[in-house]
């Protein structure tokens, strides 16, 4: 389905193709990896709240899905259930995930952030666009407000939520900007979209991101 995104027929010939290598290759969302369904319900949008988090540490892109991966196995899927669940329990569910050094205080931040879900969001962040008065400045600012997620998680967030929040259309932060720059391919939001063909970035951010991470990515969608 990623590789088949529509390219539209004003962009060269040869961004086109590589727009497609790109998508098949590298077009896999963060939340598609932790294996999250994403969709407009409260325990989706948590799933992705957290994996916002975990991400946001200084911890490697693919030990961060897998410490996600690794909640979702511990069905600590629900803000309620992050919030009951022991201490030790998400720490070894982290740890399974190889997610060291900063297991004990993210463990500590999920709980917190789990509670903060409960007591601001009624533990159901579909309230949160209504808070944000669906301005995208104002949802980053307050996805900033959970413990543990900064700039970076709120980008995430943004990036990838954008796939069930219409209103976050079209986004593309600037890591994802600079990600296209330096592949040679236009990079500005407007011309992402076009090169898309869809309002909806979510795949496109990820597969720009995914590639300025990981330099042998990079050559088989360039050298392809």
């Not at 962009?11 to 598609?32: C, E, I, K, M, W």
């Not at 296209?180 to 090169?195: I, Y």
Request: charged share 20%; glycine share 8%.
């Amino acid at each position: 389905m990623l590789g088949s995104m529509a390219i539209t027929q004003g962009t060269s010939t040869s961004a086109r193709a590589l727009v497609s290598r790109l998508l098949d290759v590298a077009g896999r969302t963060y939340a598609a990896q932790a294996g999250i369904r994403l969709v407009d319900k409260p325990a989706a949008l948590y799933q992705l709240l957290v994996l916002a988090e975990v991400l946001s540490t200084r911890i490697s892109a693919g030990v961060a899905v897998a410490a996600a991966h690794e909640l979702r196995v511990e069905r600590l899927t629900t803000p309620q259930r992050m919030r009951d669940a022991e201490h030790r329990r998400v720490v070894a569910a982290l740890g399974r995930a190889r997610y060291k050094r900063y297991d004990e205080i993210t463990a500590t931040r999920l709980g917190e952030s789990a509670q903060a879900v409960i007591d601001w969001y009624g533990g159901d962040l579909r309230s949160l666009p209504d808070a944000a008065e669906r301005d995208v400045g104002a949802a980053m600012a307050l996805l900033q407000d959970f413990p543990g997620i900064g700039p970076v998680g709120s980008r995430i967030f943004l990036r990838e939520v954008q796939h069930v929040w219409p209103w976050v259309r079209p986004y593309a932060d600037a890591r994802v900007l600079t990600a296209a720059h330096d592949l040679g391919l236009p990079h500005t939001v407007d011309q992402l979209v076009r090169l898309a063909g869809t309002q909806d970035l979510s795949s496109m951010g990820a597969a720009l991101v995914h590639v300025s991470l990981d330099s042998s990515l990079r050559e088989v969608v360039v050298q392809a």
